[in-house]
């Protein structure tokens, strides 16, 4: 295919026909397909089926410890899951607290525990207008929670090894910026892995607000879909170095390891955020649910456990990923209107197209019966300001059902793309 | 025995040496029980051991409607989930939350969003400093998130039949004043349930806050001790006449049905506050743990499933209120420094001592072997301002040791009394 920038006003209605006539042809199909959200398949939840047998009247509901887990008590998680996620994580077991089936709801709590009592002493709510840098693209749940509490969003480009830093250097240098959220390995939606140098800027950094808070969404520590995977340097360890340990609240759940609905979630933070975060759920919980945690903790036993589980999940997700980046290898070959990176982990792919053409490749998508997460979606307040960024989640769909879906959103990003360049 | 305040200062020494040396004996015993906090037995869990296989690879993980109970999705809960909570409250289903593993956090979560986002239009926690009415002696968790929000309490005193609602009512002529919290029914320590003309008055409440709330506890809607059991109101039902729904947010759980650590817990509300709820809801979490929803819905089946189960946890606690019951008579008998109830269901005694004596009591049967709740507890910032409330756990316990502990505890407050009345 030629570089669209190149064709000639006539060139591009030539094209504009032919691939209309593709679109038209795949409208005509009546698919109903779903690439919105990071879900993953009922053959990966089936690879947990056996999680169910770990406890029962049978086999027993006693922690190592022989605490009763049907009964009330253990704040902090049973210690036998705990070892699990330290072990993910690289922390130890006193820095992590197992807490219910959602990391958002973790890092929702988090930020509200902020603004009512506030990281340091201040509540953040009591401190007027407080911001945030985010990275972008980036997850749209975490950008809710930040309008839900009225904090206002900064973009911070995400560059090919993480956040710019240079600007988010210059944003906290204000005060009333007081944290950044990322997905730091396999980010949502690009699947960019943090370089060392970009999490040692990280850990390095020296906000004015001495309650500056990053929320470390380690959602993909151990996601990974290609043989070559990405290592994320231990922001603990990073931050040793600059002892900036309480800057860090790092979560990350099981949601995409066993069962999205009822998996079970972490939180890792220093000695003192703990200490912290221990005195609010005092008052907010008698206890998470610890027979979910014993399930978890039987049938994973450690971290080797979740690897070899996740080299499962790899070999699901794998061939779906490809036929998504092969679709669009071929389908926007030479045209020079999308951009896409090939990750090695995590559960979506990016895609940019052709400026102020994503909303329209959208609803293209959406005519023709692939539901897409709302172009938009990936920048906070829904605004992309270059209206390029699509975000593909090709978990769910099967292979076949993938190719026909990344096929028509090729399809209707090119004739997006036809269209506004034909507007000239 | 005789009247304490009869004695004579040598009677009142005869009395204290004998009692002294029971108590001595005691000690001598080396007890080592517990009846702090309403926790079921092991034999009340062992009740619900088949609720393990109502979900499992071979039984099948799917709801009614189709929904994989493993994935994502369904924010508000499975509906047959919700029809159980709305039998048990005598509401829509549509009027039901079905949460997670704890209706404490529900409450703690409310209240958390009243303080950020508000129950009207305007944020608690910029309305400068706001009251919450408490009927005392109360649950010392309530009082827990209020004194974490900084929400000023003040007491009302419990009736025989509620709360002093001339009391309320006029605390409620102050705009700072935002809500009550109670256990209407088997309160939480009393086991005293809210006659319907006290229920009427709660409902026909005219508060000069328009964002007052009161957060009906109902975790002991079905919860009954005695054959003859307490009948509440709806309090939803009489809110209607005075259409004061919205000033109501009530909150059940399966903890003390099911299991405490990992049960189902409900919220039910107008469907005014349901859809400001269901806002929060979305930016906080994608959904409870809907494989626990589905095990509590196939296990229990409905109102009735629920009510049948309960008889065994009646069975199982009766013989043990019946032991402190028993022996309260026996050992207070006419001492007359002692008064307690006789709760037709819930889970708690409350025994009230002599004035000035309950936390003395606490410290001598704590010395000899049987933890209570901390004296104190059952009142706002742990302060009883007459010091006499004690509140008694008895369902942990066996009823052998039961017998032990609260003839240990009557003793003590025996002892404590003859120390008080010996300084006069």
């Known amino acids: 295919m030629s570089l669209y920038s190149s064709l000639s006003a006539e060139q591009l209605r030539v094209e504009y026909d032919e691939v209309k006539q593709s679109y038209d042809d795949f409208k005509a199909r009546g698919l109903?397909?779903?690439?919105?959200?990071?879900?993953?398949s009922p053959a990966q939840l089936d690879m947990s089926l056996d999680i169910f047998d770990s406890v029962n009247a049978l086999n027993g509901y006693k922690a190592q410890d022989g605490t009763d887990c049907r009964n009330y008590g253990n704040l902090t998680g049973l210690d036998e899951c705990k070892t699990i996620f330290a072990q993910a994580l690289g922390v130890q077991n006193d820095n992590i607290i197992v807490c219910g089936n959602?990391?958002?709801n973790i890092m929702f709590d988090y930020i509200s525990q902020c603004m009512t009592h506030g990281a340091g002493d201040k509540p953040w709510m009591l401190q007027g207008k407080i911001k945030f840098a985010c990275p972008v693209p980036g997850y749209d749940r975490h950008f809710g929670i930040l309008e839900h509490f009225g904090i206002e969003m900064l973009n911070v480009p995400m560059l090919a090894d993480g956040p710019d830093m240079d600007k988010v250097n210059e944003l906290i240098k204000d005060e009333t910026v007081k944290g950044m959220i990322l997905v730091p390995k396999y980010s949502n939606p690009e699947g960019i892995t943090l370089s060392d140098e970009c999490v040692r800027k990280i850990a390095a950094m020296k906000p004015a607000a001495e309650d500056f808070r990053?929320?470390?969404?380690?959602?993909?520590?151990?996601?990974?879909?290609?043989?070559?995977?990405?290592e994320l340097l231990n922001i603990f360890e990073a931050a040793k170095e600059f002892s900036s340990e309480d800057m860090f609240i790092e979560v990350t759940s099981t949601s995409k390891i066993s069962f999205p609905g009822a998996g079970v979630s972490a939180l890792a933070a220093s000695d003192r955020n703990i200490e912290m975060i221990k005195k609010r759920m005092t008052v907010q919980t008698i206890g998470n649910d610890k027979l979910n945690q014993l399930?978890?903790?039987?049938y994973f036993k450690n971290l080797d456990g979740l690897?070899?589980?996740m080299k499962k999940h790899a070999a699901s997700l794998k061939p779906k990923f490809d036929a998504v980046i092969e679709c669009f290898t071929k389908e926007f070959d030479g045209t020079g209107i999308a951009q896409w990176k090939n990750p090695n982990g995590g559960y979506f792919i990016s895609l940019n197209v052709l400026d102020g053409t994503a909303k329209r490749t959208g609803e293209l998508c959406k005519d023709a019966g692939v539901v897409l997460t709302p172009p938009g979606a990936t920048y906070p307040y829904g605004k992309d300001p270059e209206d390029k960024n699509i975000r593909i989640a090709?978990?769910?769909p099967t292979v076949e059902e993938l190719r026909k879906a990344a096929e028509l959103l090729a399809i209707s990003a090119r004739l997006a793309a036809c269209e506004k360049l034909l507007k000239r």
Chains 1, 2 share one sequence.
């Open 102 to 104: 959602s990391s958002l």
């Open 295 to 298: 399930r978890h903790a039987i």
């Open 32 to 40: 109903e397909l779903n690439m919105a959200r990071g879900k993953p």
């Open 394 to 396: 090709p978990s769910f």
């Open 214 to 230: 990053v929320i470390w969404d380690n959602a993909y520590c151990i996601h990974d879909v290609n043989e070559t995977s990405d």
């Open 307 to 309: 690897k070899n589980h």
